[in-house]
């Protein structure tokens, strides 16, 4: 069976039902490939919670305001709509917030855009591979639940997460830091129900954390808990009633592309929910009555491949702000290197290379130019997820979903000229897809 598109995307995340959309509204007869029966990848299947890329604190004025705007605004305005999203501040009197949402909600919120769009979706289908020619990928094979079909597309949009086409395409790539080669750890996202919010909450997430992590601080010295795979405690506010929402979980050294290594990985991420999540109805107070709600289909990955593109993200581009022709898309997200061996790791500071914390913090707002997202050596192909080319240090920054949204709707806008004009990905201007991103064009109001 050949099914014949003029766009398919392979990989139903958020920046892959933002490329999509923008794909489809484009004009072309534009797939959608998921693997699950549902879209929205780490936000949905992951659990992975809160939004995060959104959010800037303007150094000049003090205040805060939103960088991303687009198909996420369309989802988080949709998403508040349903009462299933809400703004928190990180700490009371301080400008910096996050947006939380009810990730069930989400996939519903995905498959009225992709259904209004006109965007063919198939779930329950995975990339078997690719046939390539001449640097052109012709068409891939998916394996499916009714067998293997064979889709042919003018343009192809790699949103796997792990540029799974870009790498069966063969596109030269990089794993993990230089060092060693290791990939920042995964994480099994899971809430508690039964919460006293209320109570916990009174003075803000920051003391709340500050409050549990006492009592963690105080059980582990006392031998009650053995849990090493976080030295404080990680939660979010999340926007239904005695819900919160835990980033506690560490899984390291193990490899995302290694389906061994991902299944022991998975087991282990439940057995540390299971273990931390008991400590805290056992013994903190807010929590007496709590227990745990849900875990994520899946374990969130932070980390597989980078292609190698046009131009690949530095640290730097982060830490100084840095501006391009060609930027289709704003994150004011800091360099978050989660440490690839933990963080009992006596050579944690690795991690950042020696380079002191605040440096990580990017100094304005940033852009990722529209080359970051053109792999070389292949002519219709995008790559629109974390997997675009940077370094293992830009990488902890750009790889959040509000900025993977904007990533994904400028890969479908630059499809749909493709298309248009009868040419290549390769051969789009990155600074013509800018300008067709109506909210890049205006000065940010804070």
């Known amino acids: 069976m050949i099914a014949r598109y003029d766009c398919a995307v392979i990989g139903g995340g958020p920046a892959g039902v933002a490329a999509a959309l923008k794909s489809a509204r484009g004009g072309n007869r534009t797939l959608l490939v998921e693997r699950y029966g549902f879209a929205g990848g780490m936000a949905t299947a992951g659990m992975v919670n809160p939004f995060a890329g959104n959010c800037y604190v303007n150094p000049d004025t003090g205040a805060a305001g939103d960088v991303v705007d687009g198909v996420f605004g369309e989802v988080l305005r949709r998403l508040r709509a349903r009462g299933a999203a809400e703004r928190y501040l990180f700490h009371p ?11 069930r909600q989400l996939r519903i919120v995905y498959d009225e855009l992709l259904a209004e769009a006109g965007v063919e979706v198939l779930f329950h289908a995975w990339l078997l591979d690719a046939q390539i020619s001449g640097g052109h990928v012709n068409s891939v094979r998916l394996r499916t639940k009714g067998g293997v079909e064979t889709v042919e597309a003018k343009a192809f949009i790699d949103s796997t997460g792990d540029a799974d086409l870009a790498a ?10 230089a060092e060693d080669g290791l990939c920042q750890p995964c994480t099994l996202m899971f809430s508690m129900a039964g ?5 916990l909450l009174d003075a803000g997430l920051k003391t709340a954390r500050e409050r549990v992590t006492g009592y963690f601080e105080d059980a582990r010295k006392a031998g009650r808990l053995d849990f090493p795979f976080r030295d404080w405690v990680a939660f979010y506010e999340y926007p239904r009633p005695g819900c919160l929402q835990f980033n506690m979980t560490r899984v390291c050294e193990r490899s995302a592309l290694d389906a061994r290594q991902l299944s022991a990985a998975e087991r282990e991420g439940r057995r540390q929910a299971d273990v931390f999540s008991r ?8 929590f007496k009555h709590a227990y745990l709600e849900t875990m994520g289909t899946q374990i969130g ?4 491949r980078r292609i190698r593109g046009q131009y690949s993200m530095s640290a730097g581009d982060i830490r100084e702000g840095t501006r391009f022709d060609d930027g289709i898309a704003r994150s004011g997200y800091f360099i ?9 790791d006596p050579h944690a500071a690795a991690a950042t290379r020696g380079v002191p914390k605040d440096s990580f913090r990017a100094k304005r707002y940033y852009e990722v130019p529209f080359r970051c997202l053109q792999p070389q050596g292949v002519s219709n192909l995008l790559v629109a997820c974390r997997g675009i080319s940077t370094s293992f240090e830009a990488h902890a920054a750009v790889r959040v ?8 709707e400028a890969a479908g806008a630059a499809a749909a000229m493709a298309v248009k004009d009868g040419t290549d990905c390769s051969a789009i201007d990155g600074a013509k897809v800018r300008r067709s991103i109506e909210y890049l064009n205006r000065e940010l109001a804070f």
Do not use: C
């Not at 919460?195 to 109570?199: A, F, L, N, S, Y």
């Not at 990955?301 to 597989?304: G, P, Q």
């Not at 978050?336 to 009992?344: E, F, L, R, S």
């Open 401 to 408: 979903m509000a900025t993977m949204h904007a990533v994904g």
């Open 195 to 199: 919460v006293d919010k209320d109570g």
């Open 168 to 177: 069966a395409a063969e596109v030269p790539f990089d794993v993990g830091r």
């Open 279 to 286: 400590w805290l109805a056992a013994e903190v107070p807010w």
């Open 301 to 304: 990955v932070r980390e597989t």
């Open 336 to 344: 978050d290197i989660h440490n690839p061996k933990g963080a009992t």
């Open 93 to 103: 009197g301080q400008p910096r917030y996050y947006d939380a949402f009810d990730e």
